[in-house]
């Protein structure tokens, strides 16, 4: 079952913006909360913000804060990632999937590899 498919992504120059979407194809699963993450190459792979169902978010990583938000629209069970001022380190795979917490509202701790999408690429070009 595919529960989440993420879009957006793309080359784009530094200092570029990009605003990624995951659709989430089971309300359920989108009630529980969605979490963005990012692996770059070579790298492990990090959390970006989290959203609640009621629109609560997770603070950002200092990496991301200020150029990241994080938004949604439950009608269309969408998860939105706006990325402005794109920098080259922001070039990696970004996956949504659910948001898994040790704490009410706390950062996203875990995943569940099962849950992945496929990532969108997003490509930061000089």
């Known amino acids: 079952q595919v529960l989440v498919v993420e879009s957006g992504g793309g080359v784009v120059q530094a200092g570029g913006s990009l605003r990624l979407s995951c659709v989430v194809s089971d309300q359920s699963f989108r009630k529980k909360g969605i979490a963005w993450y990012r692996q770059a190459p070579g790298k492990e792979r990090e959390p970006v913000p989290a959203i609640g169902w009621s629109g609560e978010t997770t603070s950002y990583r200092d990496s991301v804060k200020g150029r990241f938000s994080i938004s949604s629209d439950n009608a269309k069970n969408t998860v939105f990632l706006q990325i402005s001022s794109l920098k080259f380190e922001d070039t990696a795979i970004y996956h949504c999937?659910?948001?898994?917490?040790?704490?009410?509202?706390?950062?996203?701790?875990?995943?569940?590899?099962?849950?992945w999408g496929q990532g969108t690429q997003v490509t930061v070009s000089s």
């Open positions: 999937t659910r948001w898994y917490s040790d704490s009410p509202g706390g950062p996203p701790a875990r995943y569940e590899p099962s849950q």
